[in-house]
C-alpha cells in the first residue's frame, strides 16, 4: 500500500550535500502500523517528511495505494495537500483558541454543517473523548490534548497518518496507556500509519512492521518479533534489547553448532553457513534472556551490577575467564552483588554475525 523504493534525502548545509536518508526502501500494507526506530539524527522525521512531501527526493520514488507521490527520476513530486498524508509531530499544538470541537473540525471545513459534525462526533468518540466538545485545550490535561490532535488528524481521513513521536513530551505513565489506546484506534479506523519513536517498548507494542534506521540507512524492516530474534546487523542487535557479543567457532556439518564459553549453541544461521566466517570464527548474539539461573548448572557466573526492573533483575555477570554476560532473572531470590551463580543458556537459535 505505502512503498518506498531505494529513498535518497539529501540537505544542503553550508554549501555541501548532507545525506539524510540513504537507499530506503520498505513496504507497508493497507491498514498496517508501521514503526521506525533508531538514535536521535538518524532520519526518522526526514523520512516521514519526505513521505508527506515536505521534502523533494534526490532519487528514488514512494507510491501510496498505487499512486505515485514522488519518483525523482521523472520529477513527480506531489505537494504536500495533494497526498491524503496526515501529520502528527510532537509538538503539535492544538489551536489554542479553538473548541475541541472546532480544533478537530478544521480540516473538514468542505463538509457541509450536519456530515461535519457528524464526523466531529465519531471522532471525538474514537478517541475516548465524546464529553469534550465544549472544552478549551488549556482545559484539557496532555493526554487529552494528544487525543484531541490525533482526532484532528484523523479526521479527514487521511490514506496515510504520521506521527512523529507523539507521546514523547508526556510522562511515561501516560504513554505506556496511550500507545496502547493509539493501535485500537488505529485498528478501529482502519488507518494506515507510520510511528517514530525512540522507546523499543513502545514500538514493539504499536508496530505490525518494526524499521531500525541508523545514520540514514534502514537497517532491517520487519515483524518486531523477527527484528528481536532475527537482527539484520549487529547495530539491530545491539540498539534493540540487552545482550553481548561473545566470541564463537562453527562446529559440526555446515557450521550448525557454535562453540562458545557457555558451550555448545544450536546455529540459527540457515545451513550452508555463510562464508563471512573465515575459519568459522564468528561472534555469537546473547541476549539476556538467553541467559538462565540455574543452581544446578556447572557454568558459574559472578553478580557484577544488578538493576531491579520489578518482575526481575538484569544482572551483569562475570565468568571465570572474565567472558560478561547480561541476564534477566526473575526477582523472586536477590541474589547480592559479588555473588556466584549457577547459568546456563536457553537458546533455540542463536544469531551470529562476522567478527568485526
Ligand atoms: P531524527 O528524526 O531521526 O532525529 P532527522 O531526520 O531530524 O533525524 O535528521 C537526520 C539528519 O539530517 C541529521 O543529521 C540532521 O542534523 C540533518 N538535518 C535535519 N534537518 C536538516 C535541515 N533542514 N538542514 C540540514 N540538515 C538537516
Ligand atoms: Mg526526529
Known amino acids: 500500500?505505502?512503498?518506498?523504493?531505494?529513498?535518497?534525502?539529501?540537505?544542503?548545509?553550508?554549501?555541501?550535500?548532507?545525506?539524510?536518508?540513504?537507499?530506503?526502501?520498505?513496504?507497508?500494507g493497507r491498514g498496517e502500523i508501521g514503526v521506525l526506530i533508531g538514535p536521535s539524527g538518524c532520519g526518522k522525521t526526514s523520512l516521514l517528511r519526505a513521505i508527506a512531501g515536505l521534502e523533494r527526493l534526490h532519487s528514488g520514488s514512494i507510491h501510496l495505494g498505487g499512486e505515485a507521490l514522488a519518483v525523482a527520476s521523472q520529477n513527480v513530486h506531489r505537494p504536500p495537500e495533494d497526498r491524503r498524508v496526515g501529520l502528527v509531530f510532537q509538538d503539535f499544538a492544538l489551536f489554542p483558541h479553538l473548541?475541541?470541537?472546532?480544533?478537530?473540525?478544521?480540516?473538514?471545513?468542505?463538509?457541509?454543517?450536519?456530515?461535519?459534525q457528524a464526523r466531529v462526533d465519531e471522532m471525538?468518540?474514537?478517541v475516548g473523548l465524546e464529553h469534550a466538545h465544549k472544552r478549551m485545550p488549556h482545559q484539557l490535561s496532555g493526554g487529552q490534548q494528544q487525543r484531541v490532535a490525533l482526532a484532528r488528524a484523523l479526521a479527514p481521513a487521511p490514506a496515510l497518518l504520521l506521527l512523529d513521536e507523539p507521546f514523547s513530551s508526556l510522562d511515561v505513565d501516560l504513554r505506556e496507556s496511550l500507545s496502547q489506546d493509539l493501535r485500537a484506534i488505529l485498528k478501529a479506523s482502519h488507518t494506515t500509519a507510520l510511528f517514530v519513536t525512540h522507546d523499543q517498548a513502545e514500538?514493539?507494542?504499536i508496530g505490525d512492521r518494526v524499521g531500525v534506521m541508523q545514520s540514514g540507512h534502514l537497517e532491517q524492516w520487519d515483524e518486531p518479533y523477527t527484528v528481536y530474534h532475527r537482527p539484520a546487523t549487529r547495530f539491530v542487535a545491539r540498539f534493540i534489547g540487552h545482550g553481548v557479543f561473545l566470541p564463537g567457532h562453527l562446529e559440526g556439518e555446515h557450521g550448525a553448532q557454535v562453540r562458545t564459553a557457555l558451550g555448545l549453541l544450536d546455529n540459527a544461521q540457515d545451513c550452508p553457513v555463510p562464508s563471512a566466517?573465515?575459519?568459522?570464527?564468528?561472534?555469537?548474539?546473547?541476549?539476556?534472556?538467553?541467559?538462565?539461573?540455574?543452581?544446578?548448572?556447572?557454568?558459574?557466573?559472578?553478580i557484577e551490577h544488578k538493576v531491579f526492573r520489578g518482575a526481575?533483575?538484569?544482572?551483569?555477570?562475570?565468568?571465570?575467564?572474565?567472558?560478561?554476560?547480561?541476564?534477566?532473572?526473575?526477582?523472586?531470590?536477590?541474589?547480592?552483588?559479588?555473588?556466584?551463580?549457577?547459568?546456563?543458556?536457553?537458546?533455540?537459535?542463536?544469531?551470529?554475525?562476522a567478527t568485526p
Open 277 to 302: 566466517y573465515p575459519d568459522g570464527r564468528c561472534e555469537v548474539l546473547l541476549r539476556a534472556d538467553d541467559v538462565v539461573h540455574d543452581d544446578d548448572a556447572p557454568v558459574q557466573a559472578c
Open 1 to 28: 500500500f505505502l512503498t518506498l523504493d531505494q529513498v535518497n534525502l539529501q540537505y544542503t548545509h553550508k554549501g555541501g550535500a548532507v545525506a539524510a536518508v540513504q537507499n530506503a526502501s520498505l513496504r507497508l
Open 99 to 116: 473548541s475541541v470541537a472546532d480544533n478537530v473540525a478544521f480540516g473538514l471545513r468542505h463538509l457541509p454543517p450536519a456530515p461535519r
Open 312 to 353: 526481575e533483575f538484569l544482572y551483569t555477570l562475570r565468568l571465570q575467564d572474565g567472558t560478561r554476560l547480561v541476564a534477566t532473572v526473575p526477582s523472586h531470590h536477590n541474589h547480592h552483588v559479588g555473588e556466584w551463580i549457577g547459568i546456563r543458556t536457553q537458546v533455540d537459535h542463536v544469531v551470529t554475525f
Open 124 to 126: 471525538l468518540a474514537l
Open 203 to 205: 514500538a514493539f507494542a
